[in-house]
């Protein structure tokens, strides 16, 4: 595809392939090649990779002290190194070096991993060789420098050849590898056996599952899901590149899940280009001839699990016959037909939306040439937001998030798909999308769309009076995130931008609005009269943000605040101020009524506090505190603001 998609849950993972060449995939902006991209995902789980500021740098090559951090990470014995960091193993690596503790645990008799040079060095900032990784690696499978006949380094690369342990590298013993060479070689080593049979996996420790499906890193509870079993997560954190694989669950000493190993089935094969329009609901009609007749295909319908019973017509369906997943989509986009390329009548992309370019799948094109560019019809697209067909009569029922900076994502299944249209205006909304032949020819519409909403609350795991689907998607602040990353236990109304409510009832998608430009401040309004007009009034805002954050420019602004309001707000793409509203004020709270300082009961309710950004205010002096101690210290009166049940400002006053 020419789009970068962003995901939102199951259905992403399990297209990866259909991704152009430029597109990033997983957690690091760089990493553009599938199995990299999974082979860094499975070791990003474990800590045994880390990036720095977005970036994997997949093609850079890697240091002897950096491969040595990764292969002790991978032992799972993190914690002990601190014990090795006061030592000097090497002259070359001393205390004050950032990989000493890692390197002389490597050196140890405990590990025996390394040697160092002959010379008695280490020279932990060279790049590793292909012979030295494998070495590294084969150690820990159990072979030792006798067992390679004393031939270096092709002895260690002939057992790592038969253990299976580099499948899919191929280098000679000398010549430096890539980062992404030496995660290969990691993923290799959990799953390659010795000469007794043993898995490295197994060395280290670890268990192994059976063959299982992965369905999803719940972040809500700190869960991985897989198709037979639920486990504990030994490090929570996003994740849904692996989602929907087949594969394996690598479990700790105490049964918590470490990562999923894709299976060797898993490495190639994605979304299959034909697809299937449901005839009519419940239908499963023409599924055999895209799922080849599997009889075990499971279905996530918009990113989540579901069923036939919830198949509706117009429905699209694709397959995945590497993870033997039907994936179904329910968005119907009516669009100005803008261009095509090459030809109307076999098009294999398609422009609408002010500039949107949306591939056509084969099937489509038999459908698709019915239409010319300057008509409106309906796309029917797929769970990756490839046009599956179009039709003039199907009704649209699009949607899409505009976040705060008024870029519009088309929500599209389980996924996010950015548009090339400008949502200026309808920051933080969630709304319909659609577009007609006005004499523009691209009259582009988006209108709020209200859905479901409510209070989310995670205790009781609902949004209002709907229960939460299992495995809901969540997207906040931009990105797909977990319930636990929220932060809170309960989410209030007012950030709750949109709730998809399914055919069962359940709320499967909730849309958060960004809050990560939600500023606070106290307000001053001024207001300029014309001296030769005395009914032309100009007013103006500005928002002091407190001593740290300094003052907005004056404004001209609409908005009915009052020189002394604390209030929320943020700016759109075009400097101006949005989304301006007071926040709720607490009066004459007594000291009684907080814990600590990270809290405050008031009303039968109770409200949190983070005294290093709440804003605090000498209404006597006109001045700022530097801190919530200093404010409490000084006595007087105290009035707080507060939103969505938290504290964003104190105010004192005598």
């Not at 409106?376 to 179009?390: I, P």
């Not at 309808?426 to 859905?451: D, F, M, P, W």
Request: glycine share 12%; with cysteine; proline share 3%.
């Amino acid at each position: 595809m020419r789009k970068r998609l962003i995901s939102l849950a199951l259905t992403l993972a399990l297209t990866l392939s259909l991704a152009p060449a430029a597109s990033a995939l997983g957690a690091f902006a760089d990493v553009t090649d599938a199995e990299t991209a999974r082979n860094v995902e499975v070791l990003r789980l474990m800590g045994v990779v880390e990036g720095s500021n977005g970036a994997f740098r997949p093609n850079a090559s890697l240091t002897r002290a950096e491969f040595c951090k990764m292969a002790v990470v991978l032992t799972g014995q993190r914690a002990i190194v601190a014990r090795y960091g006061s030592r000097t193993v090497f002259p070359d690596v001393k205390a004050s070096h950032w990989a000493a503790g890692y390197v002389n645990y490597a050196a140890s008799a405990d590990a025996g991993l390394i040697h160092g040079m002959p010379d008695g060095t280490f020279l932990p900032d060279r790049a590793i060789t292909y012979g030295e990784a494998v070495a590294i690696l084969a150690r820990q499978l159990g072979y030792t420098d006798a067992d390679t006949g004393g031939v270096w380094p092709d002895g260690y690369i002939a057992l790592a050849d038969g253990a299976g342990m580099t499948k899919g590298v191929s280098a000679s013993g000398s010549a430096a590898i890539t980062r992404a060479q030496a995660a290969k070689l990691f993923v290799n080593a959990l799953s390659a056996k010795n000469e007794k049979g043993e898995t490295l996996a197994a060395r280290l420790g670890y268990t192994v599952s059976a063959e299982t499906t992965l369905y999803s890193f719940d972040l809500a509870g700190g869960k991985l899901r897989a198709k037979d079993k639920e486990y504990t997560l030994a490090n929570p954190m996003a994740s849904t590149l692996l989602d929907g694989l087949k594969g394996y669950v690598i479990t700790n000493a105490s049964g918590e899940a470490l990562t999923f190993l894709p299976s060797g089935s898993t490495a190639t094969g994605g979304v299959g280009d034909a697809a299937v329009i449901v005839s009519a609901d419940k239908s499963t009609a023409g599924f055999d001839a895209i799922t080849g007749g599997s009889a075990t295909y499971a279905i996530y319908r918009n990113g989540v699990r579901s069923s036939a019973a919830a198949l509706k017509r117009n429905d699209v369906v694709t397959y995945s016959a590497a993870n033997d997943a039907v994936l179904v989509c329910d968005t119907r986009l009516t669009v100005y037909y803008e261009a095509c390329d090459p030809s109307p009548s076999a098009p294999t992309t398609l422009t609408a939306l002010g500039g949107t370019t949306f591939d056509v799948l084969p099937t489509a094109q038999q459908s698709l040439a019915q239409f010319k560019p300057g008509k409106v019809l309906t796309l029917l697209l797929t769970a990756d937001g490839r046009v599956a067909g179009a039709s003039g009569t199907a009704g649209g029922n699009a949607f899409a998030y505009v976040d705060a900076g008024g870029k519009t994502y088309l929500i599209c299944g389980g996924s996010l798909l950015p548009l090339a249209c400008s949502g200026s205006g309808h920051e933080g909304e969630v709304v319909r999308v659609s577009q007609s032949n006005t004499a523009e020819k691209k009259g582009i519409y988006l209108t709020r769309q209200s859905g479901s909403t409510g209070v989310l609350d995670l205790t009781t795991m609902t949004l209002g009076t709907h229960k939460l689907a299992d495995g809901a998607l969540v997207f906040s602040g931009g990105a797909l995130t977990g319930l636990a990353a929220l932060g809170v236990s309960r989410v209030e109304q007012s950030r709750v931008a949109y709730a998809r409510v399914n055919g069962a009832g359940e709320v499967d998608l909730i849309v958060i609005r960004d809050d990560a430009n939600e500023l606070f401040g106290r307000v001053t309004v001024y207001t300029t009269t014309n001296p030769t007009d005395p009914t032309d009034k100009t007013t103006e805002i500005q928002v002091d943000r407190g001593p740290k954050n300094g003052k907005t420019a004056k404004l001209q602004s609409g908005y009915g605040v009052r020189t002394g309001d604390f209030v929320s707000f943020g700016f759109n793409s075009s400097g101006s101020f949005i989304n301006m509203a007071p926040l709720t004020k607490l009066t004459a709270v007594p000291a009684s009524a907080w814990i600590g300082d990270t809290a405050v009961n008031y009303g039968a309710q109770t409200y949190l506090v983070y005294p290093e950004s709440v804003l605090c205010y000498n209404r006597d002096g006109g001045t700022w505190f530097a801190d919530l101690a200093a404010a409490k210290a000084y006595g007087g009166t105290m009035d707080l603001y507060v939103k969505d049940g938290v504290v964003r400002a104190v105010e004192i006053h005598m």
